[in-house]
Structures are given as structure tokens and as C-alpha cells.
């Protein structure tokens, strides 16, 4: 059984942030477009948010939400990235055999300096028929490992108990 799922959460950062691990090489070297309804853009500390419908794409990667936030690092480049939404929401193929990955939650961030990626508030990553559900799940690209939280966020920001993750793998159908 392949799982390939939460790998994929790594292609968050791969429009983004020209990497080409777990997408599709041609994406990387597509153009960036950004849309939405206000942007306020501060160059002396190197942040850029984008208010109002975001719409994110380079290639096959698409990142919407209700306020995009990029944060940028010393030498211009992208330390930090959050979507943020009612859900945010990501997708992108991850190589020309795989099918689209999408991936939901109330924010989506992507970490560079620690390279990891969090997605938080009714999380959720489909491919193909394959879901996982979680109240907050962190994916480390560098390590290739996974946590995922049940429960639901409560107002104070902690997760409560007695919420589970919830995962369905189907099959894969064998080849006659």
C-alpha cells in the first residue's frame, strides 16, 4: 500500500519556494500569480499581505484563502508563508503519475528556516480517495515525519480531548 498523502503536504513549499522534491518540475520554473482584494506590502521588515479572495498559483500549485501572509527572510527569500481561511486551501500535482493533492484547514504555514508544514483548524489532505482528518497536523520535510492531533481547537488556542484523527486508505486496485 503506497502513502503518499501527507508526503505531498511538502509541495506546499515547492511553487513557492523553488524546490522540486514532490512536484512537478515544471512548476518551479513557472511565473507566480497573486491575486486579491487589498495588499499591503512592507519592504523594511519584509512582510507582504494579501486581504480578500487570495488566489496563489505557479504551475499546478494553488494556495487560496482569506488573507495570504508572506514573511521574507534577510536575503529576500520566503521564511515564512500562511494561508489563512474559512478553510484555507492548497493543491498541486505532486509528479505527471500522481493525482492532485488538496489540503485544507483554518491556516496552512509553511515554516522554511525548519522546514515544516503546519496546517491547523479541521485539517484535512486528500488524494485520490485517500483522507486524513486532524484538528492540527505538522509535516517536517526534511525527516519525512508526520504528527497529527485530534480533538478541536478550543477559544483559548489548545486542542481539547477526545477528538481523534480520522484516516481512510483505500486500496489500490490491482493491475490485470
Do not use: C, W
Not at 524546490?19 to 520554473?29: K, R
Not at 484563502?65 to 500535482?93: C, L, W
Not at 489540503?103 to 504555514?109: E, L, T
Amino acid at each position: 500500500m503506497r502513502i503518499k498523502p501527507l508526503i505531498a503536504l511538502a509541495i506546499f513549499a515547492v511553487g513557492t519556494y523553488n524546490t522540486t522534491a514532490y512536484a512537478l518540475p515544471s512548476d518551479s520554473q513557472q511565473p507566480i500569480h497573486i491575486q486579491a482584494d487589498k495588499a499591503d506590502l512592507d519592504n523594511n521588515k519584509g512582510v507582504l499581505v494579501y486581504r480578500g479572495n487570495v488566489i496563489i498559483t505557479q504551475g499546478t500549485m494553488k494556495v487560496m484563502g482569506h488573507t495570504v501572509t508572506i514573511v521574507r527572510n534577510k536575503d529576500g527569500g520566503v521564511d515564512v508563508m500562511t494561508s489563512q481561511g474559512s478553510p484555507a486551501y492548497f493543491e498541486q500535482i505532486p509528479s505527471a503519475n500522481e493525482p492532485m493533492i488538496k489540503a485544507y484547514g483554518s491556516m496552512i504555514q509553511y515554516q522554511t528556516a525548519n522546514k515544516k508544514i503546519v496546517l491547523e483548524g479541521n485539517a484535512k489532505v486528500i488524494q485520490k480517495n485517500n483522507t486524513f482528518n486532524g484538528s492540527r497536523m505538522v509535516y517536517d520535510t526534511e525527516k519525512g515525519t508526520i504528527s497529527a492531533v485530534g480533538g478541536t481547537k478550543t477559544t483559548t488556542g489548545s486542542t481539547s480531548k477526545g477528538g481523534r484523527i480520522n484516516m481512510v486508505l483505500e486500496p489500490e486496485k490491482k493491475k490485470q
